[in-house]
């Protein structure tokens, strides 16, 4: 089973690729984010909602 990591972030997610860049701009890792469960919830576009999964 591959490994994932689940997070939240406010302001965007970002996970450095190692700690020598502090701010995390330079070698982040690739990420995808999807809406929170309940913003889905409020959604009448089913369409969207089967291609999210």
Same mark, same amino acid.
């Given at each position: ?15 450095? &690729? =190692? +700690?020598?860049?502090?701010?995390? /701009? ?14 889905? &919830? =409020? +959604?009448?576009?089913?369409?969207? /909602?089967?291609?999210?999964?």
């Amino acid at each position: 089973i591959p490994k994932i990591m689940v997070t939240d972030g406010p302001s965007g997610l970002r996970k450095q &690729a =190692s +700690s020598a860049d502090a701010l995390g /701009l330079n070698q982040s890792v690739e990420a995808i984010a999807f809406p929170s469960s309940a913003l889905m &919830a =409020s +959604s009448f576009n089913v369409d969207m /909602l089967y291609e999210l999964g």
